[in-house]
Every structure is written in structure tokens, then in C-alpha cells.
């Protein structure tokens, strides 16, 4: 049996860490789905930056745009959505089967909202509403801010990629804020079937500490982070609260594992899809690492309910001076900051392609 089988056997979805219109218009997509077991992809604004910056794929859509009322961003979203609901339509038959447990795509809002609940909620719905797309996700960031936006935005019946998490409290901190929407909407008489996952950043933990721990602690620390959120993810489905709420028809919040593409010379470019096979998980994988694992790819073991080793080594790593939880924290500001950088040259980029005088004028709004 393949290894991008045996995951799908394990139970683990795999989804891909990617999308661009060649991937959808050459059957390249399609392919890796019947091929090597892909059900599901995201999306962020990197993703899209590379993209739209680095081909002409999306150059006659933006040329297109002469309403001088649309802005850059709303021209994206068009793109964007354009885009994953086609994608969305390949994935359809496989989030039918599931029920709706697989066969997802995520659209994120703008990180230019990370600090406004209300304006995240207002885009999540608005968002959902345009793409009209049963196995579209909107991606959240699960911050303190955000948080409060996926309790509304599950509330309002928008289902929810949480985004940007690094820790187990992060993670525990989401998935309370979906439980307190399913249970206001069981509270409601609304339908508790609103799907949600919470992905967890990997391999930014080993980048960060790199150079900065002894050698034999290198590219251990996400792998433990990970494991130490699975066993909270696990635990928590016994817990009364989460009972009531299944039993009254809600489906659990799937564990995903984001950022698992390796930065280090020094790891086989499967490491971390190998050192995170689990059960009822997701692991999102950009393309080199998917066509790696799924050509040279094992499955060497299987994740332990209860985390495993986790403590024991994250206790090794705080002897050696790291700070877990302030190095989440951290983390979550950064990857924010990417995702806010990513998505201003993002709107520079469509705005050079839709207007390329603004850029050679200075009359015309460009720079001298």
C-alpha cells in the first residue's frame, strides 16, 4: 500500500498547501487527488502572492476590471473565489461521501482585520455568502481578537479554518470559542452542523530555535508541540460538554497540521508528515512534500492519544533556555505580520496589473 494511502487508511486526511490556476486547469489538481489521495487544499494570502505575482494566469480577470468603484481587494476576493469553488467542485464528491467531515478549500479574510473582531465576522459572512460553496472554509486567525470573531462567525453559520495557532493553549483557546458557537446556536434551535478545524503551525517552532538549543534537540521542538496539542485534541472529546453538543448533532473540530514542509537540510522532506501520522487529523502539505512522501514517503508510526514523549521533551527544551509559551506567543505575532506583508504586495501587485500607468506616472498616483 502507498503512503499517502496508508494516512487515509489511518484515518488522516491529506490536503495541499497550495492552489493556482495551472494546478486546476491542467488537471495537475485533479491528478493528485486520484492519484496520491488529496481531498482537500488551503489557501493564504502566500500563496495567493505567488500566484498572482508570478504568472499571468490571473492577468486578463484583472485587466478585465475596469470599474473604477471595485477595489483591489475586492477584485482579489473575485479571483480568489473564483478559483476555490472550482477547486471546491473537484473535492465535492469526496465531501458528499464524508458527509462534510472532508473535501474542504479555505478562503482566508484580510489580515487587515486581525484586530477587528467585528469587521472579521462581517467579512467571514460576506465571504461565505459570495461563494455559495458547501465545503468552503473561511480562515480566522485563532488570536485573542479572533477568537471572539469564530465564536460569532460559527454562531452566524460560517464555517471556520482557524488559523495561526502554535500552542496547546492557542489550540484550546479556538476550540472553546467553537464549542461556545455550536452551543448557542443548540441554544437557538439552530442546526449545530457547522464545520470547523484548527490548524496548528509545525515547523516555524524548529526555525526559530535553530542554532539556539543543543544538537541533539534540533527539529524536535514542533514535532513535540504537536503532540502535546493531540493529546488535548483527543482528551477533549470525552468531556460531558462536547457530548451534549454531539449528541445534538454537532461534528468534531478537526485537528490540521499546517507548516510541515521542512526548512532544514538535515530532515528528509517527509519528516514531519512521518512524525504526525494520527488519527482524526488533517496535515496540509505544500507540493514538493506531498510528490516527496508519496514517492519515498513510510508511515514509521502512529501518533499516541495522549501525546506521547511531548513532556518530557518540551521539559529538555525550557532546561536549555526556551520559553515555549512565550515563543508561541511570538510566533502567532510573526506569522501574523507574514500574512499582513504577503497581503500588501498582494494588493500592490493586482493594483500593478490592473493599472500599470499608476506605476509609470507620477500624475497618476504612482511613485516620482
Known amino acids: 500500500m502507498k503512503a499517502t494511502l496508508k494516512l487515509q487508511a489511518l484515518g488522516q486526511s491529506l490536503w495541499l498547501d497550495n492552489i493556482t490556476r495551472d494546478l486546476l486547469g491542467d488537471g495537475t489538481l ?11 487544499l488551503t489557501s493564504n494570502p502566500s500563496i495567493f502572492l505567488k500566484a498572482i505575482r508570478d504568472t499571468a494566469a490571473y492577468d486578463m480577470d484583472i485587466a478585465k476590471a475596469t470599474d473604477p468603484d471595485l477595489t483591489d481587494e475586492a477584485l482579489f476576493f473575485s479571483l480568489a473565489i473564483k478559483d476555490l469553488t472550482q477547486a471546491a467542485e473537484l473535492f465535492l464528491p469526496v465531501h458528499q461521501s464524508s458527509q462534510g467531515v472532508d473535501g474542504w478549500v479555505s478562503l482566508e479574510v484580510s489580515p487587515w482585520l486581525t484586530e477587528d473582531a467585528v469587521g472579521t465576522v462581517a467579512a467571514a459572512k460576506s ?3 459570495k461563494a455559495s460553496c458547501p465545503n468552503l472554509f473561511i480562515k480566522i486567525p485563532g488570536t485573542a481578537v479572533g477568537v471572539i470573531a469564530i465564536e460569532e462567525a460559527i454562531f452566524a453559520g460560517v464555517p471556520v479554518n482557524v488559523t495561526l495557532l502554535f500552542s496547546r493553549e492557542q489550540y484550546v483557546e479556538a476550540a472553546n470559542a467553537y464549542w461556545r458557537g455550536l452551543a448557542r446556536r443548540r441554544d437557538a434551535g439552530l442546526d449545530l452542523r457547522v464545520a470547523s478545524v484548527a490548524s496548528l503551525f509545525v515547523s516555524r517552532w524548529d526555525t526559530a530555535v535553530t542554532g539556539e538549543v543543543p544538537f541533539g534537540l534540533r527539529n524536535r521542538l514542533g514535532v513535540a508541540v504537536a503532540k502535546q496539542t493531540y493529546g488535548a485534541y483527543r482528551e477533549r472529546m470525552s468531556h460531558p460538554m462536547w457530548r451534549e453538543l454531539a449528541e445534538a448533532g454537532a461534528s468534531p473540530q478537526r485537528l490540521l497540521w499546517a507548516s510541515t514542509g521542512v526548512k532544514s537540510r538535515e530532515l528528509s522532506p517527509g519528516y514531519y508528515v512521518e512524525a504526525l501520522a494520527a ?21 514509521i508510526s502512529v501518533m499516541r492519544e495522549d501525546g506521547g514523549n511531548a513532556d518530557p521533551v518540551l521539559a529538555d527544551f525550557a532546561h536549555a533556555g526556551v520559553d515555549v509559551a512565550a515563543l508561541g506567543a511570538r510566533l502567532q505575532r510573526e506569522g501574523v505580520e507574514g500574512f499582513r506583508q504577503a497581503w500588501a504586495e498582494l494588493m500592490q501587485v493586482i493594483a500593478g496589473k490592473r493599472m500599470p500607468e499608476r506605476h509609470l506616472s507620477p500624475a497618476a498616483g504612482g511613485p516620482p
Do not use: K, M, Q, S
Open 279 to 299: 488519527p482524526d487529523t488533517i496535515d496540509t502539505v505544500p507540493e514538493a512534500t506531498l510528490l516527496a512522501f508519496a514517492t519515498r514517503g513510510e508511515l
Open 30 to 40: 485533479a491528478r493528485y487527488r486520484d492519484v496520491y489521495n488529496v481531498t482537500g
Open 127 to 129: 465571504l461565505h455568502a
